[in-house]
C-alpha cells in the first residue's frame, strides 16, 4: 500500500509569521533506507535510531521483510533488522510495493540483481512513470533480466542473475540511485565492481558499506569518482544512528528566510558536502543562514542551522557543478528565488524532470499561477524574483504525487500576498510526517481544507 491509495487532501497556507523556535526534522531519507537495505544483507542484528518513519522508508521496510529479513520497530525511530546475509534474501512470495519511492525500488533491484530469485516491483502513480531503465540496464550487465511495461516502466519483473559476473560500469548521469543500485549489486558478485561516476553525488552508500566491513574504496581521478567494491564480503550487523536530514532541513530553513520577523534553528543537520549545496546557494544569495556548532558526528560533518528573515536575497546562477549536491532542493530554492530581487538561474539540472514528479514543470506551472515569470527549458530554468513579501499567490497548485512540490508550495503561502493551496499535501508524508505540526508550532498557519 503506499500512503496515496486514499482520497487528496488539500491544504492552504496563509502569511502569518514570525516564524521562531526550534525545527527537529527528521532522520535523513538516504540513510534511512540503506541502513534497512544493508542491515537485511549482513549478519546478526543492526540496530537503527533516528530512522526516518516517513512511508518511503516504511515501504523498503516491508520489502526487507518479504526478502527474508526480520525488521522490527522497537519504539518511534528505533528499529533492528536481522539480516540474511549477502547473496542471502529469499524469493518475495508477493509483489513489491515501493509506494512513491525511486529511492526504494532502485535500491532493493539493485540489490536482488545479482541473487537467483524473481521478484515483481510496482509504485503508485508517480513511480510507475519514472524510469527503470537506467537500473536494469547495469543489471543486465552482471546477468539478471528485466521485464516491465514500455518504456522501461513499473510494473516489472527482476530475474535475478544465477551466475553474477562483476561489471565495470559508468554512470550515464549523475545519480546515487543508479550508483548505488550497481554497488549493492556488486556485493553478491565475486571478483571487484567497479563504478566511475563522472559527477560526485551522495555518497552515503560507500560511507555505509565501509561501515558494515565491505573491501571498498574510491579514488578522484580526471574521469570523476571511482569506486571499487570487493564482491561477496560477509557484512557485519551495525548499531548506526541516522543523521537528520539536510533536505527536509531545508524546509524550516527556507521558510525562516522568507517570512518577516523569522528566526529558526534547526538543530544537529548532516552537512555532507555531496548534500549541502543548498545551503552555500542561500548564502551566496544573501541568506542570514549560519552554521553553529560545527561538530563530526559518526564520520560527518554536522551543525545547527540557524536562519533569519533576510529581506536582501538577490538571484544568483546556480553553478551546475553544484546540482548534484542540491538536486532536491531545487523547488524550495524556486520559492526563495521568487522572494528575492533580480534573476536565479538554474542550469545542468535535467534530472529534475524524472524525480516524483517533473519538477520543473510542476513548480514553473505553481509559480506562475502564483503570479512569478518563469522561463525554462530542457535542463534550465529561471525564476525573475519580485522580492521579499512581493508573491502575489493566490492560486490553487497540483502536488503531482510530490511532496517536495507540496512543501516548497505551502511555504510559498507563507510569505505570499494571499493565501496558496495545494491540492493534495499527503504526499508530504512520504519523508516529512511531522512537517504541518511543526510549522505550525513554529508559528505558520496551515488549514486543512474541507473535503
Ligand atoms: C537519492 C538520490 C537522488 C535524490 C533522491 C534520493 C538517494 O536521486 O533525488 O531523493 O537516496 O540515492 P537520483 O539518484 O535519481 O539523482
Not at 543537520?269 to 555532507?272: Q, S, T
Not at 493534495?424 to 511531522?434: E, L, Y
Given at each position: 500500500m503506499s500512503a496515496h491509495d486514499g482520497p487528496a487532501a488539500p491544504m492552504t497556507a496563509h502569511a502569518a509569521g514570525p516564524l521562531t523556535g526550534e525545527a527537529q526534522v527528521p532522520g535523513d531519507k538516504s540513510v534511512s533506507h540503506r541502513a534497512l537495505i544493508l542491515g537485511a544483507l549482513s549478519v546478526g542484528e543492526t540496530r537503527i535510531t533516528g530512522?526516518?518513519?516517513g512511508q518511503d522508508v516504511l515501504d523498503t521496510a516491508t520489502a526487507m521483510r518479504a526478502f527474508g529479513a526480520e525488521v522490527t520497530q522497537h519504539e518511534p525511530g528505533s528499529w533492528s533488522v536481522h539480516g540474511v546475509g549477502t547473496g542471502g534474501f529469499a524469493e518475495p512470495a508477493q509483489v513489491i510495493d515501493c509506494g512513491n519511492s525511486g529511492t526504494g525500488v532502485r535500491l532493493i533491484m539493485g540489490a536482488m540483481g545479482t541473487s537467483p530469485i524473481t521478484a515483481t516491483f510496482t509504485g503508485d502513480a508517480s513511480l510507475r512513470l519514472r524510469p527503470m531503465a537506467r537500473i536494469t540496464d547495469p543489471l543486465a550487465l552482471f546477468g539478471a533480466a528485466a521485464h516491465g511495461r514500455?518504456?522501461?516502466?513499473?510494473p516489472m519483473t527482476v530475474v535475478g542473475a544465477r551466475a553474477p559476473v562483476p561489471v565495470q560500469y559508468t554512470t550515464p548521469m549523475p545519480s546515487a540511485q543508479v550508483k548505488s543500485a550497481v554497488l549493492l549489486a556488486g556485493l553478491n558478485a565475486p571478483g571487484e565492481t567497479v563504478v566511475t561516476e563522472r559527477e560526485a553525488t551522495r555518497d552515503h552508500t560507500e560511507r555505509m558499506l565501509a561501515g558494515f566491513g565491505a573491501e571498498i574504496e574510491t579514488e578522484t581521478t580526471n574521469e570523476g569518482r571511482v569506486i571499487r567494491l570487493t564482491g561477496q564480503p560477509e557484512l557485519r550487523a551495525q548499531t548506526l544512528t541516522v543523521p537528520r536530514d539536510p533536505s527536509s532541513a531545508a524546509f524550516p530553513v527556507c521558510a525562516a528566510l522568507i517570512v518577516p520577523g523569522s528566526e529558526v534553528l534547526v538543530p544537529n543537520?548532516?552537512?555532507?558536502p555531496t548534500r549541502a549545496g543548498l545551503f552555500e546557494t542561500l548564502r551566496e544569495m544573501g541568506a542570514d543562514l549560519t552554521y553553529e556548532n560545527p561538530r563530526d558526528e559518526g564520520g560527518e560533518p554536522v551543525a545547527d542551522l540557524r536562519a533569519r528573515f533576510s529581506p536582501d536575497m538577490r538571484g544568483i546562477s546556480v553553478p551546475p557543478e553544484r546540482a548534484a549536491s542540491m538536486i532536491d532542493e531545487y523547488p524550495i530554492l524556486s520559492v526563495v528565488a521568487a522572494n528575492a530581487a533580480g534573476r536565479t538561474e538554474m542550469r545542468g539540472v535535467a534530472e529534475l524532470r524524472v524525480k516524483e514528479s517533473d519538477r520543473i514543470d510542476a513548480m514553473a506551472q505553481g509559480l506562475r499561477a502564483c503570479g512569478v515569470t518563469v522561463e525554462e527549458g530542457p535542463d534550465w530554468w529561471i525564476v525573475e524574483g519580485r522580492g521579499p513579501g512581493e508573491v502575489p499567490g493566490g492560486a490553487t497548485v497540483a502536488a503531482r504525487l510530490d511532496h517536495r512540490i507540496a512543501m516548497s508550495f505551502l511555504i510559498a503561502g507563507f510569505a505570499a500576498k494571499s493565501p496558496v493551496t495545494v491540492d493534495?499535501?499527503?504526499?508530504?508524508?512520504?519523508?516529512?510526517?511531522?512537517f504541518t505540526d511543526m510549522m505550525t508550532a513554529l508559528g505558520a498557519r496551515l488549514e486543512r481544507d474541507p473535503t
Open positions: 530512522l526516518l518513519e514500455s518504456g522501461g516502466r513499473l543537520i548532516g552537512l555532507n493534495d499535501a499527503t504526499p508530504i508524508a512520504t519523508s516529512f510526517p511531522i
